[in-house]
């Protein structure tokens, strides 16, 4: 059972409604985790433009990847068991590439440097040496998309660190950060 309290539609913020409404509008239902964030109008207002915003960046495959690596990096089971579904029903990644992912690898090279990348800025809090960023760059990606990279590692590390303080009762196929 979730240590904060996950209100339900009715019972959210009258200024969190028409924005959990787009969420379900987007989706055809409203995650856990919205509803959670939703508690505060403020703060889901801003993860949502913050969260729309990294959607016109990179491609789908390689943010659900950055997605996986971080929940994995994180243990968060909530957000590992949110992105394998959506992973596998929007993104359209196999198990495989999925395991690996969640190991801050990849079957295709250039999201394999994304995501060691991504792994590295968790496991450094951002303090990656000369050669991860050059690796990650004669990978092809520029410096905007470098940027664009440690964005979605930021989006993805506030919902981890959330869920995990929240213990966000899960509503996807449970997936276990031990069992990577």
């Known amino acids: 059972m979730s240590r904060l309290s996950i209100p339900s539609f009715d019972a ?3 200024a969190s409604r ?3 409404d787009a969420v379900n509008g987007q989706l055809g239902t409203v995650p856990n985790l919205f509803r959670l964030i939703g508690t505060s109008p403020a703060v889901l207002e801003g993860f949502l433009a913050y969260a729309g915003a990294l959607g016109k960046t990179l491609d789908l495959q390689t943010r659900n990847r950055i997605a996986l690596v971080t929940a994995q990096a ?32 990849s079957q295709d090279a250039k999201a394999d440097a994304a995501l060691a990348f991504a792994k590295k800025v968790v496991e450094t809090k951002g303090k990656v040496s000369d ?8 990978a092809g ?14 989006v993805n590390v506030f919902t981890n660190l959330l869920n995990n303080v929240a ?4 509503d996807f196929p449970v997936v276990r950060a031990q069992a990577a």
């Open 131 to 138: 050669a991860d960023l050059a690796a990650v760059k004669l």
């Open 12 to 14: 959210s913020p009258t």
């Open 167 to 170: 213990a966000t009762d899960i």
């Open 141 to 154: 990606f520029s410096d905007a998309q470098v940027v664009e990279i440690v964005a979605n590692v930021v």
């Open 18 to 20: 028409p924005l959990l």
């Open 74 to 105: 994180n243990g968060c089971d909530y957000c590992l068991s949110a992105h394998s579904y959506l992973g596998a029903n929007l993104a359209k990644l196999d198990e495989a590439e999925m395991a690996a992912n969640r190991r801050g690898h």
